[in-house]
């Protein structure tokens, strides 16, 4: 009995302690959480979730979703997933849980799975625009990614450094040749770096590339003491435009409490630093603020916070700077801030705002946004779209002085979710028109002449090469005239325009001159079987002719209509003369003068004499032969149908060059 009663009351100390110790577990996991230590909370919370007992369902969901919580804040999605699907089963009961998982899910590109949870939500909370932008953009992703920007992105390597978090990069002048960022990376093999109980990564540090003689960027180097703290978290940073003062984040780590993170300002002097001083931003000193972006005009300086009477998450504010310290503190307002995170601001020459968000539809995690201030004071938002935008998170834009190319951060594609540094570039809009001129039978002209008049100021001139081809560049938003001429051959006008255009595009222009001394054959004039009546299909080929003498002002031309040998020869005069007279009616009618036009009809009197492109087309004939009735009555049944309506042609040959010039 003794024994029974000893082991009963050991059983029952050690169930204590186990509580005791789970207990104790729970307030140390949540405490790290209050404090904001997410990485160290994770674990505690991951670890002590398989002591509960099973028995106690609504502990385990809460402490699951607590795990959730602090794996998606530091963008380890898999654990994230793993929680809020441990929380949805023991039926944690805030319906939060599905939204949060919607949005890792979303960040994951799982885009069907987050929609399934983001309705989920929305039934008890139908109003939550963060959950509506959510389900939106899901919906919406397809034919967003079917519309990608002209921006082309990659990995900026020499920037990155494995199993480190490289990102908010600044260029220290407006050369962008010199280019400040945020890394975990060792830099010192001796000194062991001390690691952060928010990321579980080495504290941040700020670090400096140049470019060298070359143009090309130097192996990155940390910055001195004078900016990076032994035992802070320092980063995320903005250079005035003049590249003499600095403003950034640093997060001083207390031991066991929330120290929360302040913006220090440095001056340069030469190429030192003044030492950091702390800048008082909130009468409460307690308010965390970071991210700091200064304005063009040197006086405003814009930052992040969760101050008190935001919109909600953190948001977006700017304050006045006098003699160094902020006055007229305010929140940016709804044209910018939502109820999700907007966050590192950066902001151009021209006073165009560029922020991350979670809080509007996107592709998941942070999208960037591009924000044009209005005459009125206000803002235009716009999402910088694929591929600057990804399901993971994008942000701290950077622009290299005035050009469209430059650097932000994205933890895309990175398993790890470790933030890299990306390149970007918006390649400028090319526009070129080229081709080929050649006679009427596919001959080149050698040397023929282009000329281009254009609204934007171009009037260039140029010789085709010697296999007949030509290239000229173009403007953009311009319309222009092109004018292609040869010695023996007839002018040819074409035009174009580059107005509107949003991509680049070459335009392919052949020129077919029409020789002045010989006859040319006109394609695709049809007439009525047996008849002088020209048929629909003939338009084509008689507007290209109304074009040609509008082209050439000063030619006047003849019209001669063959036919082939069928029937007799008078009747085939009179059928080629009205039929030629059909061809003068109509470009009367076009609007050319009749005195420029006369016709002829030949008959069957003129057979063709086949030539190198006849005899390359038809294999039956060879260069030099006469396609006349002796010929034809000698073919099978098939040739002769085939040469019988080579020798049905409507031709025009040039008569004067002189119209109207004297």
């Known amino acids: 009995m003794r024994i029974k009663i000893t082991f009963l009351s050991v059983l029952l100390l050690a169930l204590f302690v186990q509580g005791c110790s789970v207990k104790a577990r729970i307030k140390k996991a949540d405490k790290s959480y209050a404090i904001g230590e997410y990485y160290a909370a994770g674990d505690l919370y991951r670890n002590v979730l398989y002591r509960i007992s099973y028995k106690d369902k609504p502990l385990r969901g809460r402490i699951a979703f607590q795990a959730g919580e602090c794996y998606r804040i530091i963008n380890n999605n898999n654990r994230a997933v793993q929680a809020y699907l441990n929380a949805i089963r023991y039926k944690y009961s805030d319906t939060i849980v599905y939204l949060h998982y919607a949005q890792v899910l979303q960040r994951m590109a799982k885009y069907g799975d987050a929609i399934k949870n983001y309705s989920i939500y929305l039934e008890k909370d139908s109003a939550n625009s963060v959950a509506l932008n959510g389900l939106e953009a899901c919906q919406q992703i397809a034919k967003w990614r079917s519309n990608p920007t002209r921006y082309v992105v990659k990995k900026a390597t020499l920037f990155n450094a494995r199993n480190s978090d490289n990102f908010s990069p600044a260029f220290l002048n407006s050369d962008g040749d010199a280019l400040v960022f945020t890394s975990t990376r060792e830099f010192n093999k001796k000194v062991a770096q001390k690691t952060s109980t928010i990321t579980g990564l080495p504290n941040n540090n700020m670090f400096m590339s140049k470019k060298d003689a070359a143009g090309k960027w130097e192996k990155p180097y940390i910055m001195g003491s004078e900016i990076n703290s032994a035992e802070g978290d320092d980063g995320a940073c903005t250079i005035s435009f003049d590249g003499k003062m600095m403003f950034f984040t640093r997060a001083s780590q207390v031991f066991d409490q929330d120290s929360g993170t302040g913006i220090y300002s440095s001056n340069r002097a030469g190429g030192t630093w003044s030492t950091p001083q702390k800048m008082k931003i909130f009468a409460d000193s307690t308010i965390s603020v970071a991210h700091p972006v200064l304005a063009p005009d040197g006086q405003t300086l814009y930052f992040v916070s969760d101050a008190p009477k935001g919109l909600g998450g953190k948001d977006i504010w700017k304050a006045e700077l006098d003699s160094g310290e902020a006055k007229f503190v305010e929140d940016l307002g709804p044209e910018i801030n939502t109820a999700g995170d907007e966050m590192f601001p950066t902001m151009r020459a021209d006073g165009t705002l560029y922020f991350s968000s979670t809080g509007r539809p996107g592709f998941g995690g942070l999208d960037i946004f591009k924000a044009t201030p209005t005459k009125a004071g206000g803002w235009i938002v716009e999402n910088m779209g694929i591929p600057i935008n990804s399901p993971g998170d994008d942000f701290g834009m950077a622009f290299a002085g005035n050009t469209e190319s430059g650097y932000f951060s994205s933890n895309r594609s990175d398993p790890k979710g470790h933030d890299e540094l990306w390149s970007f570039e918006l390649p400028e809009l090319a526009y070129t028109v080229q081709g080929k001129v050649v006679d009427e039978k596919g001959g080149i002209i050698p040397d023929a002449t282009i000329r281009m008049v254009s609204s934007s100021g171009i009037n260039a001139r140029v010789q085709t090469k010697k296999d007949g081809t030509y290239r000229i560049k173009l403007d953009k938003d311009m319309d222009c005239v092109m004018l292609a001429s040869a010695r023996g051959y007839l002018n040819q006008k074409n035009s174009l325009s580059t107005q509107g255009l949003t991509t680049s595009k070459t335009f392919a222009i052949d020129f077919n001159l029409s020789s002045i001394s010989k006859p040319v054959q006109m394609d695709n004039i049809f007439y009525e079987f047996a008849k002088w009546d ?7 080929g008689l507007q290209a002719l109304v074009k040609l003498l509008n082209d050439n002002p000063n030619i006047t031309i003849e019209i001669a209509s063959h036919t082939d040998f069928i029937g007799t020869n008078q009747s085939n005069l009179i059928l080629s003369d009205k039929r030629a007279k059909s061809v003068v009616d ?62 049905r042609r409507t031709e025009f040959r040039v008569v004067s060059t002189t119209y109207k010039l004297y």
């Open 534 to 540: 020209l048929t629909p299909a003939s338009e084509t």
């Open 586 to 647: 109509y470009l009367i009618k076009a609007g050319i003068a009749p005195e420029r036009l006369t016709s002829v009809g030949h008959g069957e009197e003129m057979p063709v004499t086949v030539d190198a492109n006849l005899a390359k087309k038809y294999p039956f004939l060879k260069a030099g032969d006469l396609l006349d009735e002796n010929f034809v009555t000698k073919l099978i049944a098939e040739q002769q149908e085939q040469v019988n309506q080579i020798n």
